[in-house]
Structure formats: structure tokens, C-alpha cells
């Protein structure tokens, strides 16, 4: 076990309305990385948060938000949920180093289906 | 831009027999290179990781992957297979710091391993 957990495991969710996921990081990480995995796909970025800031953003519209805490716990947040949101939400953690040598480590995931 | 391709769709071994799944990737600088496991309905699994060093990489459960520079590849690899190997396989790129640290994917290879 990686140390990351995520909740909730499964989410039925109607077109249009709001979510969000949560992500508990392995103890020390300071950064968290949120992907999205359509079936059959590999993941796919969404954004990643260092120290409470976001970092780094992938090809996703604003609608999808995240957070950061200071005990390194994150949220994903989605408005305005669309059919083709349905997908496997999976969040990394990972210590930042020098000379960009960290791994990420995966949570569970969450499968969020919107009907 | 930054790139992986796993370019088969399915892998399928006789247990006992060595596998290989393949990766190619593009990227500009030093690859940062790692693969990843997926078992039905999981999150991913850290295998191994290759950013400098011996071109040759050992990780966990016997896995093991070779980085070529010059064929841009870094095929896994294990000399006897499980029925227990059987699983989806993702080889990814991590980009730099200044590129939001994020994992490229490549779209996975689903290995079988029969008895």
C-alpha cells in the first residue's frame, strides 16, 4: 500500500451538478498530483499543487478546481459536471527533491459516474 | 512536446516464459522515465524508475527495464512470468519542475499471462 487514500471509492452524480473528491497524501509529501483516467485510457493530467499552490495545470477547463491544505490533504473540485466527466480520478503523492528524482505514489482512486 | 508510446495494445506470455512490454518515448533533455501497474479496479503501483545512472533498472517483483538513449525506448522486462503479472501497464514521462512536474502516460499494455 501506497499510503495515499481517497474518498469516496464510487459517486453516481447527475449532469450539471458539483463534486468533490478528496485526497489524503503519504505522510512527509508535500506534493499532490490530481489525473484523470477515461476507461481504456492511460491517466491524464489535471493539475498539481506544491507547498498549497498549484504548479502545474494539464488541458482541463476551470470548472475542474483543486486545493491544497497544510496537513497536504487536497480536494478536486468539478462544477457543472458533463457525461464525459464519468472516469477514474486518481491522486499521487510525492515528496519534492532536488534534481527532480521523486516518485508519485498513487491513491485508489475514485470512479465518478455522471448520468 | 513531450511523448509515450506503448506501441501494443496487448502482451500475452506463457507463465514461466520471459515478457516484455515495450515503450518509446520523446522527450527534449534527460527523460525522466517510469512504469507503472494497474490492477482491475486499483489505482497505479509503482514498478521502477530510471533518471541517470546504469541504463539497466531493477524494481519491484522481479521487474526490471532497460533505457536505450539512442532507440529513445525503455522496455520492461522480466525473465519468468506469473499469472499473477497479469495486469494493464503504463510507462510515463515526468516533465521538469518548470513544466508542472506532471506524468506523461502512455496508453497502457494489458499483459496476460497464462497458465
Known amino acids: 500500500e501506497t499510503g495515499v487514500t481517497q474518498s469516496p471509492t464510487h459517486l453516481i452524480k447527475t449532469r450539471g451538478q458539483q463534486v468533490t473528491l478528496r485526497c489524503s497524501s503519504q505522510s512527509g509529501h508535500n506534493t499532490v498530483s490530481w489525473y484523470q483516467q477515461a476507461l481504456g485510457q492511460g491517466p491524464q493530467f489535471i493539475f498539481q499543487y506544491y507547498r498549497e499552490e498549484e504548479n502545474g495545470r494539464g488541458n482541463f477547463p476551470p470548472r475542474f478546481s483543486g486545493l491544497q491544505f497544510p496537513n497536504y490533504s487536497s480536494e478536486l473540485n468539478v462544477n457543472a459536471l458533463e457525461l464525459d466527466d464519468s472516469a477514474l480520478y486518481l491522486c499521487?503523492?510525492?515528496?519534492?527533491?532536488?534534481?527532480?528524482?521523486?516518485?508519485?505514489?498513487f491513491g485508489p482512486g475514485t470512479r465518478l459516474l455522471v448520468l | 512536446a513531450q511523448s509515450v508510446a506503448q506501441p501494443e495494445d496487448q502482451v500475452n506470455v506463457a507463465e514461466g516464459n520471459p515478457l516484455t512490454v515495450k515503450c518509446t518515448y520523446s522527450v527534449s533533455g534527460n527523460p525522466y522515465l517510469f512504469w507503472y501497474v494497474q490492477y482491475p479496479n486499483r489505482g497505479l503501483q509503482f514498478l521502477l524508475k530510471?533518471?541517470?545512472?546504469?541504463?539497466l533498472v531493477k524494481g519491484s517483483y522481479g521487474f526490471e527495464a532497460e533505457f536505450n538513449k539512442s532507440q529513445t525506448s525503455f522496455h520492461l522486462k522480466k525473465p519468468s512470468a506469473l499469472v499473477s503479472d497479469s495486469a494493464l501497464y503504463f510507462c510515463?514521462?515526468?516533465?521538469?519542475?518548470?513544466?508542472?512536474?506532471?506524468?506523461?502516460f502512455g496508453q497502457g499494455t494489458e499483459l496476460s499471462v497464462k497458465p
Open positions: 499521487a503523492s510525492s515528496l519534492r527533491l532536488a534534481g527532480g528524482q521523486e516518485t508519485q505514489y
Open positions: 510515463a514521462v515526468r516533465t521538469y519542475y518548470n513544466q508542472g512536474g506532471k506524468l506523461i
Open positions: 530510471y533518471i541517470t545512472g546504469d541504463n
